[in-house]
């Protein structure tokens, strides 16, 4: 078939040429596809086909010659509070990176999902929100990569972070703080964390509240509504950033661009 159509979410635009651009966006199906997408600045198709806009895009694929290109799009989501939130505007650049870095984590319609769902609901909320929003998508992107620490309890002592149900506004946090372990790729407790060192400060751990540490754990196993009602403090928030962000980029194996341009901002 050389006409085709595909529900497709815009991830980059480059140009290619004095007027024609090279495409790449997310598709259920096939992951990450890349088409020339020709005309020049007074196109409208060219204004449609922006990183950010989702919809469905029509394309004529030339066996013989090998190549795609975008023939029209009926974009059905905009996104247009990331033209007035530069936060907004980088950490949907920061996610579309992750996804295109780490290649959908070989699970392009969960990450199809995922991607589009962080992008709507950012979409929907203020910037403050919006940054535990960030953290609760890279939290479970890094989970769809198979390298998410288990945060219900000490690696080493097996004591919970927490005493309760995860769903109950009574929930008690039994230890004050866990230490994330590099090398173990997991949280310790405190009394674990000084009994297993003679020289604790000779080993790479990233600190952060049990609080904190819980609500890691509500985004992987609860409904999304419990993790968003969760409130956080400044402090744990920012920790919590700093966490995902190293995990993230840990886990993509190279230097994530966004993270380290955008520093001030995300």
Not at 31 to 51: A, D, E, F, M
Not at 119 to 144: K, N, V
Not at 220 to 239: F, Y
Request: aromatic share 10%.
């Amino acid at each position: 078939m050389r006409n085709i159509q595909k529900e497709a979410l815009i991830l980059s635009v480059k140009s290619s040429g004095e007027s024609n651009r090279i495409v790449s966006f997310l598709t259920k199906d096939e992951g990450i596809l890349t088409s020339i997408l020709y005309g020049g600045p007074k196109s409208k198709l060219r204004s449609l086909v922006s990183p950010f806009n989702s919809g469905l895009l029509y394309l004529y694929n030339d066996e013989s010659k090998h190549s795609s290109k975008i023939t029209d799009f009926d974009v059905i989501k905009y996104h247009l509070t990331f033209r007035e939130s530069l936060f907004k505007t980088w950490a949907a650049t920061l996610a579309i990176e992750v996804v295109m870095t780490t290649k959908c984590g070989g699970s392009p319609n969960e990450t199809f999902t995922m991607l589009n769902g962080f992008l709507d609901g950012l979409d929907l909320l203020d910037e403050s929100h919006g940054q535990t929003g960030l953290i609760r998508f890279l939290w479970r992107y890094i989970g769809l990569l198979g390298v998410q620490p288990d945060s219900t309890q000490c690696r080493r002592c097996h004591r919970p972070f927490y005493s309760g149900n995860l769903t109950d506004n009574a929930l008690q946090y039994k230890l004050g703080r866990a230490l994330y372990s590099h090398s173990e790729n997991g949280f310790v407790c405190t009394d674990c964390y000084r009994a297993s060192f003679d020289n604790p400060e000779m080993h790479q751990y990233h600190q952060l509240s049990s609080k904190a540490v819980v609500y890691l754990q509500t985004t992987s196993m609860c409904e999304p509504s419990v993790s968003r009602n969760m409130k956080l403090s400044e402090d744990e928030i920012a920790n919590l950033k700093g966490f995902v962000y190293s995990l993230i980029e840990s886990a993509a194996g190279t230097k994530i661009k966004t993270l380290h341009s955008g520093i001030g901002i995300l």
